[in-house]
């Protein structure tokens, strides 16, 4: 079974701009999260959504948002990016609230 | 809020020594709790923990969990060089219809030859 595919692996944007990253969950998983990887907060939940709809969300602004299309796939949008933002985005599936999640391998976000 | 406490946050070992690692919890409508090795790349699933004083095993690994003084201990024995990894502890908690999972800032293991 393939694993939780993340695009792109590596970005690189400029304070200001906004950016979109993909996730592709394990087949069968409807549940998919997201999280913010940074050397000094460590990891952070930024939301989660199951079945198309956001069922959770961390204390993150409103700049970032996401959504999940009826196969499961889900967006995330950082708009008007700042050089905080420079981090690995993790994003992991689960068949369910309830079931262990499996990450993909992160997209790295450069913010010049 | 929801809080969870790794210590220490790094350690330094030689090969062939025994590791223990601990995370504290304080969270509300606690469902369960995670342990991961994160290396170079995304974090991959070690255990899962949901009762207290049942230890999971995994070769050289175990865990167990105490849900009375809200802790977890994450054990490695015989450790290997491949064993030097950052291992975060992340606890899973119930809201409405839904569940969070919060992180600690994790443990760096680092065994020496």
């Known amino acids: 079974k393939a694993g939780v595919t993340q695009t792109p692996r590596y970005l690189i944007k400029t304070r200001g701009q906004q950016v979109t990253l993909s996730c592709s969950p394990i087949?069968?998983?409807?549940?998919v999260s997201w999280y913010q990887q940074t050397p000094g907060q460590g990891l952070q939940f930024l939301f989660e959504?199951?079945?198309?709809?956001?069922?959770n969300k961390g204390n993150f602004p409103g700049r970032f948002s996401g959504r999940q299309f009826s196969n499961s796939r889900s967006e995330m949008n950082v708009s008007t990016l700042e050089l905080g933002d420079s981090a690995l985005y993790l994003c992991?599936?689960?068949?369910?609230?309830?079931?262990?999640?499996?990450f993909g391998p992160g997209t790295r976000l450069l913010v010049l | 809020e929801d809080k969870v406490v790794q210590s220490p946050l790094s350690l330094v070992v030689h090969e062939g020594d025994t590791v223990t690692l601990n995370c504290s919890y304080e969270?509300?409508?606690?469902?369960?709790l995670l342990w991961y090795k994160q290396e170079k790349k995304a974090p991959t699933f070690l255990f899962m923990l949901?009762?207290?004083?049942i230890e999971k095993k995994s070769g050289r690994l175990s865990s167990i969990l105490d849900k009375k003084e809200l802790f977890s201990i994450l054990n490695i024995t015989a450790t290997q060089t491949g064993d030097s990894a950052i291992y975060l502890c992340?606890?899973?908690?119930?809201?409405?219809?839904?569940?969070?999972?919060?992180f600690g800032k994790g443990t760096k293991l680092s065994v020496i030859p």
């Open positions: 959504y199951f079945s198309e709809t956001q069922r």
């Open positions: 992340a606890v899973e908690a119930a809201g409405a219809g839904s569940y969070q999972l919060t």
């Open positions: 087949s069968g998983h409807r549940s």
């Open positions: 949901t009762s207290s004083g």
């Open positions: 992991a599936s689960s068949v369910d609230a309830q079931e262990t999640q499996y």
């Open positions: 969270v509300t409508n606690f469902r369960s």
